[in-house]
């Protein structure tokens, strides 16, 4: 079973910037497409982007399309998202999982790893 930990959240104001990571340990993902996902208190969790086993697809949640990048460096057995532009819309705990297979996945049903999460904070 794969480990998977968040970093890089905290708080910023609207309209700044943070890199998550999401650093997996036990074994590869390389194989895994990945994913990020957030819940905001009170909602369901909801999907944000994800990406292939490669990196040579992506997916966006309209919401964060052309603000938020996902990317994978399978070296490091890690993956991340830039969050640019960032609104107060966008606090949530962010979720970082390994999909069930290699293609590009955006459903949670078929992640089936998931990380503790990180805060993310957006004051006005």
């Known amino acids: 079973q794969v480990q998977l930990v968040e970093s890089g959240g905290g708080l910023v104001q609207a309209g700044g910037s943070l890199r998550l990571s999401c650093a997996a340990s036990?074994?590869?993902?390389?194989?895994?497409?990945m994913g990020w996902f957030r819940q905001a208190p009170g909602k369901e969790r909801e999907f944000v982007a994800s990406?292939?086993?490669?990196?040579?697809?992506?997916s966006y949640a309209d919401s964060v399309k052309g603000r938020f990048t996902i990317s994978r460096d399978n070296a490091k057995n890690t993956m991340y998202l830039q969050m640019n532009s960032l609104s107060p819309e966008d606090t949530a705990v962010y979720y970082c999982?390994?999909?069930?297979?290699?293609?590009?996945?955006?459903?949670?049903?078929?992640?089936?790893?998931w990380g503790q999460g990180t805060q993310v904070t957006v004051s006005s």
């Open positions: 999982a390994a999909a069930i297979t290699s293609a590009l996945m955006t459903s949670l049903w078929n992640f089936g790893s």
């Open positions: 036990g074994r590869t993902i390389s194989r895994n497409g």
């Open positions: 990406i292939n086993w490669s990196g040579g697809s992506t």
